[in-house]
């Protein structure tokens, strides 16, 4: 069955205290990882896709890598309005559906 | 561009209602999915529509439908409501890539 987890459920850190989020997973064939913002209350928000083991993206304060297994988002020096749940996704085209499974987020709170 | 709206914004129904969410994409998307998510849980994929015809079907109950219409916007529709379905449900449409975009959501509340 395939599987997205997230780990930590939950991670409070100091303004400029850098830090990763991480998303293993277990899928039947990868087409596709992706890094969603959701702020309380409102829809995902799109960040980035990754596509292949070693690629990397960036987004003013975030980056986020794949490897086979697991993808890292890192958030350097965080802002309180980095604040929010941050969801990791894969598409599976592998699998009997064509559309995103999702982790249980990370819930990131910044403390001024 | 207008990103994905979805209405109504919030709804409160009561147990055996039934209830119909409004979802219109972004201009030039002909892909739309539903998803359900639930306090403390990532979405879970409901639906996915293309081009008016289903292509995928997550693991719901038959209570729940969709259509898509001509101008690519969709209804999900469910019946008979349980407690268990007070979610946001949320709708996301696609061009033809991969990445997925998703409007607000619609609050439900079952009492």
């Known amino acids: 069955e395939d599987q997205v987890t997230q780990s930590p459920e939950a991670l409070r850190l100091q303004e400029g205290e850098s830090s990763s989020l991480n998303c293993s997973y277990t899928?039947?064939?990868?087409?596709?990882l992706f890094w969603y913002r959701q702020d309380p209350g409102k829809g995902p928000e799109f960040l980035f896709t990754?596509?292949?083991a070693g690629e990397e993206k960036e987004k003013e304060r975030l980056k986020a890598t794949l490897t086979k297994k697991e993808s890292f988002l890192h958030i350097t020096a965080p802002k309180p309005e980095d604040s929010a749940t941050y969801l990791c996704?894969?598409?599976?085209?592998?699998?009997?559906?064509?559309?995103?499974?999702f982790g249980k987020g990370t819930k990131l709170s910044v403390k001024p | 561009d207008a990103g994905v709206t979805q209405s109504p914004t919030h709804l409160i129904k009561t147990r055996g209602q039934h209830v119909t969410l409004r979802c219109s994409p972004i201009?030039?998307?002909?892909?739309v999915s539903w998803y359900q998510q639930v306090l403390g849980q990532g979405p879970q994929f409901i639906f996915q529509?293309?081009?008016?015809?289903?292509?995928g079907r997550g693991n719901f109950p038959d209570r729940f439908s969709a259509r898509q219409f001509p101008n690519y916007s969709s209804e999900l529709n469910v019946n008979a409501l349980l407690l268990g379905d007070s979610a946001l449900y949320l709708c996301?449409?696609?061009?033809?890539?991969?990445?997925?975009?998703f409007g607000p959501g619609t609050r439900l509340t079952v009492l």
């Open positions: 996301a449409s696609r061009r033809t890539g991969d990445e997925q975009f």
């Open positions: 899928v039947s064939g990868l087409r596709g």
């Open positions: 990754l596509y292949s």
């Open positions: 996704a894969v598409f599976d085209y592998g699998g009997s559906q064509g559309n995103l499974i």
């Open positions: 201009s030039g998307h002909k892909s």
């Open positions: 529509y293309y081009e008016k015809e289903e292509r």
